[in-house]
C-alpha cells in the first residue's frame, strides 16, 4: 500500500499550502497597513443640491389723513401688491481633512483587532492540521510494519480519512502533487 514518504511533503508545506488557501498569509495584513497609511491624505468627499421654490405675497395698505388749517383731508389710499418668486438651485461639493488621522487613525484599532484574529486563527489551523499530520504519519508508520493497534483494514480506512482531510485542507494539491500513488 505503501511505498515509503519520498512523495509525501513535510508538516511546514502542509501548513503553508493551508494557509494560503484559507487565505491566512500575514501579507494580507501587511497590505492592509499601507493601505491604512495612505488613507488619512485621501479627503471625505461630499456633494449635495438643493432646490427651493419659495413664493411670497406682501399686501400692504396705508391710508393718509392730514388735518390742517384748511381742513381734514383723507387720502389718496396706498395699497402695495408685492409677489416675489425665489427659485434657487444650490449645488455643494466639499471636501475635508482630519490631520488628527496623519498621526493615527482610528481604522488602525480596527486593523489591529483584526490581525489578533487572523493570528489566533491561523494557530488553530497550524494545531489542527500538524494533529491530522502527526496522525496520519503516525498510523501509516504502524500499518508499514505490521503494527497497527486495531486491524489492518481499519486502519487503512483511518489513512483513508486522514488523507482526505489533509487533501481537502489544501484544496486536492496533497493528493494530487504529493502522494504519489499513495493508498
Not at 509525501?8 to 484559507?22: R, Y
Amino acid at each position: 500500500m505503501f511505498k515509503d514518504f519520498r512523495h509525501e511533503p513535510t508538516l511546514t508545506e502542509v501548513l503553508n499550502q493551508v494557509i494560503k488557501n484559507e487565505k491566512l498569509a500575514m501579507t494580507q495584513v501587511d497590505s492592509w497597513h499601507k493601505k491604512m497609511k495612505q488613507a488619512p491624505w485621501l479627503p471625505t468627499f461630499s456633494a449635495g443640491y438643493d432646490r427651493s421654490v419659495r413664493k411670497q405675497n406682501d399686501v400692504t395698505f396705508s391710508d393718509n389723513i392730514s388735518v390742517s388749517t384748511s381742513g381734514v383731508v383723507v387720502g389718496p389710499e396706498d395699497s402695495n401688491f408685492d409677489e416675489s418668486v425665489y427659485n434657487g438651485h444650490v449645488f455643494r461639493v466639499r471636501a475635508t481633512w482630519d490631520l488628527s488621522h496623519l498621526v493615527f487613525h482610528d481604522s488602525l484599532l480596527s486593523a489591529s483587532s483584526q490581525s489578533r484574529e487572523l493570528t489566533k486563527l491561523r494557530l488553530q489551523v497550524v494545531d489542527h492540521v500538524s494533529k491530522l499530520y502527526a496522525e496520519r504519519k503516525e498510523l501509516v508508520l504502524q500499518y508499514l510494519k505490521n503494527n497497527t493497534k486495531e486491524p489492518r483494514a481499519q486502519a487503512g480506512q483511518k489513512i483513508e480519512i486522514l488523507t482526505g482531510k489533509l487533501n481537502y485542507l489544501t484544496d486536492g494539491v496533497y493528493e494530487k502533487r504529493w502522494m504519489g500513488g499513495g493508498l
